[in-house]
């Protein structure tokens, strides 16, 4: 038997097996809505404070992914990586007044608890998306079929969860991102919708459109075709249009946030090429998909998902996000180089390419990589702020080639990573990749990101994760310097 056939056999043999009827739905969704209108405990650091009120402790459901459903209260969702501490640093830390749950409650197709979202506010200016279902005012995921070995327990979704740099763009300076989602197909143990930082072990264990990783088709009875997203404070109403339904619903508050609930178009995960990954979720390119128009206050309208760059929704009401880039004598600074012959514990370059006589070819240079080894520490005086994970700044190397001995053609470091403020001093150290006697040329830029593109289209050049951003300027093709220079430096290493 095949190591694939095997894994499908352990995770057929773990589904549930009803036995007996459950209650009727009306009666356990009373309680549920009961165990909701009780306080809940919102210290999101604390883990050993989810736990579900008692009187949910042995709920029995109807629906969630079919057959019945014994509630017990579940261990969290962990984070794959753990958020920093200092959160002035990194992607920073979730705001507290940002994790309650917006208001809307969505009914599953299928019956058993609603469905919610939330938009998590990072110490750092990130937005981040989070959706699944809600149980005693929680969010979380349902212990059936494919997710948390089918335990039959709830379990709650943590505020990190959802944090990460590809899914959460910068609000403006009101706090507004916009982040028009399509229908994305999902298992019905709301799972999929924890956000990106997961481990890929705790995820649903079959494999959802334009995935092939599980050996095990999600099943079309447990699929979902789920569309969350936030467009500003001018839209003003959103039409659904599926076979057999049709329904209009009123995006929530000054965020626009938006949360549909619908089955899954018949055929939607037939194979890996049945779709491919959008932002926060799997769309299914199967006939029969929903279709989003947005109206807003002026009256003109947009289509989610947009079938031409005409149709596509444009961001109205929101404020100047990140704002300009500063010219280089807004930010222009002396700036200090000095050797380190030893750095223990370095971060890997952003680009390190290697030399060609291509110039239109590029190639990682094969170098330490992040092993102890020499490095230059750069420092300047910070003319510009960067508030936020939007913008930073960046130290670009070029060494001069040595015969016999390999150098890279280029190195750029890994941007800032922690809130700057005008007239600090900045410390910036970037490991070399090689250990040859040389002189370098480099120079510190700042760089900024829009951070405001739609999930699923292309960036712009200035648009995306700050990272990207940085990497477009170095492609393949000559570059300009489209960031501004604080200051340009030259050193000779032994």
Known sequence: MSKMNEIEQRLRSARPQTEGSPPPLAAVLALVEQAAAEPQPRHWWRRSRVALPLALAAVVLAGAGGGALLLAPGKPLPPASVLPANPNTGLGQPVPASLALLPMRVPDPAGGPPWGMRAIHTTRGLVCLQAGRVVGGQLGGLGTGYAFNADGRFHPFLPADAIG???????????????????????????????????????????????????????????????????????????????????TVTPYGPEGAYLIVLPAQPDANTSMQSGSWDGHGDVSNAPGGALLTVTYGDDSQCQIPATSPQQRCQRKGFGSGSGALPSSAQVSA???????????????????????????????????????????????????????????????????EVPGCATPALIVSQPTEETIS?????????????????????????????????PGVSHGEDEGPLYEVI??????????????????FQISVP
């Open 165 to 247: 740099v590809d899914a959460c763009p910068t609000g403006d300076e009101n706090g507004l991102a916009f982040m028009p989602g399509s229908p994305v197909i999902v298992t019905a143990d709301g799972l999929p919708l924890a956000g990106e930082n997961l481990w890929p072990g705790e995820r649903v264990h079959c494999d959802l459109p334009g995935e092939q990783n599980w050996g095990v088709r999600c099943p079309q009875a447990e699929l979902r075709a789920v569309a969350m997203g936030l467009l500003g404070p001018d839209a003003t109403s959103i039409h659904v249009s599926a076979p057999g339904r049709e329904l």
């Open 334 to 400: 002396p700036v200090d180089a000095r050797y380190l012959p030893l750095v223990s514990h370095p971060t890997a370059s952003l680009i390190a390419e290697a030399r060609t006589s291509n110039r239109f070819s590029r190639r990682r240079f094969s170098g330490r990589e992040e092993q102890p080894g020499p490095a230059l520490a750069i420092s300047f005086e910070a003319r510009v702020s960067a508030q936020n994970e939007s913008s930073g700044y960046v130290v670009e190397l070029q060494p001069q």
């Open 422 to 454: 005008a007239a600090q001093r900045v410390e910036m150290t970037v490991p070399l990749e090689d250990s040859c006697a040389t002189t370098y040329s480099g120079r510190v830029f700042f760089a900024k990101s829009s951070s405001e593109s739609e």
């Open 471 to 488: 990497g477009s300027q170095f492609g393949a093709r000559p570059h300009s310097l489209r960031f501004p220079t604080v200051g340009r």
